[in-house]
């Protein structure tokens, strides 16, 4: 398969830049929004947001199983979801970000239900814009450079949200005029993001079953052990992360006293993004994306215990705490996505079926999940300590600032790192898998029928090997 062109790469990282409009906004500002804006108490938005974040994941699922059971001969399986998807999703961002005076508990229903919205939204976009990945190319270089594309394009978000509308997070401030605003101009930009994307990127991988059945689908999962192991150590990667994401601003204005530096957090993240996408490909190829995703995981162990144990004092010495943890991050999450597609040809190796959609769905449910616990713990944190509103936070509230951005974080990590080592799907494991799919496509091409193939399994001694089976049927 010939290389991917500069343009579809950029392309598609211009689809998470248009995400990240929705979800890095919601990650970054909606608990500060909540507690400082809307007036929720911390308890109360740290069980919302593991409620909905919960829902979001199931939504996920739904979200698969639908772009499985949909294909489009003009524009593919995947692109037509970003195409009419974006503009609903970009307008409930406004929605979740302008709640309206309803007292205290319309306040409460009218936040679950747009924050709701808004996942259910996200995932019928966002599901199949990652499936898409692995749709363009089975390449482990080239998907290392849409992972990098993609983190560019998240990152460029991330860092902007930073630079810019951060400091305004400030007491005193109209910040409800600064949410609705922002989100209004997010929906244009975003809309022509996704545009670009949907016009430069194109599915490239053979499908034998383009519409799947629901059995097909969970007998891909079922077997899909490399998966199943990704997607438990994204779920404590993304718990700690999260919380960390969540109370970053809290962390450096309530305990550091230096709000100022959040610009210059987000400028550092913005360099870093681009040297770490420049080199990243190369580094999977040296030590292979495994072994990347371990060794980028324990640096941000090791930030996570620098922010933990810093003395509020110590503004520095906190502050390249948080340095160390975005350069761990932002590694992991250039090559968790490449890593994703990877588990994709396993399950076709193993059934005979392609299924992204639902193999990215149950992948992106971790997540979520990951994510719903991790923004909750960091608000119960937060309650635990005492946080107030508008006040100077007492040592408990600190400290409980600091267990959700240094030692949740941490914690989590470690567990991420313990779970991978048991991953099996190696580099070279995969490229035999390649191998043995093309082989397989190309006796069923051959063949009277098109049915006769060969199917692989993997030997004790973890070696490829095949044996004649049938192709499962396609719809």
């Known amino acids: 398969m010939k290389k991917l062109s500069k343009l579809s ?9 248009a995400n990240n409009l929705a979800f890095t906004t919601a990650t970054m500002f909606l608990l500060v929004y909540y507690t400082d804006v809307a ?77 709701a919205a808004l996942g259910l939204a996200y995932s019928l976009v966002n599901i199949p814009y990652g499936s898409l990945a692995g749709a363009m190319t089975q390449d482990p270089a080239e998907r290392a450079k849409l992972g990098s594309a993609r983190m560019v394009g998240g990152m460029l978000v991330g860092s902007a949200l930073g630079i ?19 989100t209004l101009i997010f929906v244009v930009i975003g809309a022509a993001l996704y545009l670009f994307t949907v ?28 998966l199943l192991m990704l997607c438990l150590s994204s779920f404590f990667f993304l718990t700690g992360y999260l919380a960390l994401t969540s ?73 390249s705490g948080l340095v160390i943890s975005l350069v761990g991050v932002l590694s992991v999450n250039i090559v968790v996505w490449a890593l994703e597609a990877d588990t994709v040809e396993y399950g076709e190796w193993k059934t005979g079926v392609r299924t992204e959609g639902i193999t990215y769905a149950l992948f992106s449910f971790t997540r979520k999940t990951g994510q719903a616990v991790g923004g909750a713990l960091a608000a119960y944190a937060l309650a635990l300590g005492g946080y107030k509103s508008g006040a100077v936070q007492t040592p408990d509230a600190v400290f409980g600032i600091q267990l959700a951005a240094g030692a949740l974080p941490a914690i989590m990590t470690i567990l991420a790192v313990l779970v991978m080592a048991k991953y099996t799907l190696t580099d070279t494991m995969h490229a035999r898998i390649l191998s043995e799919i093309q082989v397989r496509r190309t006796a069923g091409a051959g063949s009277a029928g098109g049915n006769a193939v060969g199917t692989s399994r993997n030997d004790a001694d973890g070696t490829v090997s095949a044996e004649a089976a049938p192709l499962a049927p396609s719809n």
């Open 9 to 17: 790469i950029v392309g598609y990282g211009a689809g998470d830049a």
């Open 39 to 115: 007036g929720i108490s911390a308890a109360a938005a740290g069980t919302l947001l593991l409620v909905v974040r919960i829902f979001d994941a199931f939504a996920d699922v739904f979200a698969g199983r639908v772009v499985d059971r949909t294909y489009s001969k003009r524009f593919g399986k995947f692109r037509p979801f970003i195409m009419f998807g974006s503009i609903p999703l970009l307008l409930l961002s406004v929605a979740t970000f302008s709640i309206p005076a309803l007292g205290e508990s319309g306040t409460l229903l009218y936040a679950y239900v747009t924050y």
């Open 164 to 182: 810019f509308v951060a400091p305004l997070i400030k007491p005193g401030a109209n910040l409800q005029v600064t949410f609705t605003t922002i």
């Open 199 to 226: 016009l430069t990127t194109k599915e490239r991988v053979h499908r034998a079953v383009p519409n799947v059945t629901l059995k097909q689908s969970m007998d891909t999962l079922k077997g899909n052990r490399p």
């Open 247 to 319: 109370v970053q601003l809290y962390y450096l204005r309530d305990v550091l006293g230096r709000l100022d530096l959040y610009p210059a957090l987000s400028i550092i993240q913005l360099v870093l993004t681009f040297v770490l996408a420049g080199f990243m490909p190369k580094l999977v190829r040296n030590l292979g994306k495994k072994r990347v995703y371990m060794f980028s995981s324990l640096v941000t162990v090791i930030g996570g215990a620098i922010v933990f144990f810093a003395p509020a004092s110590q503004v520095w010495i906190g502050f």
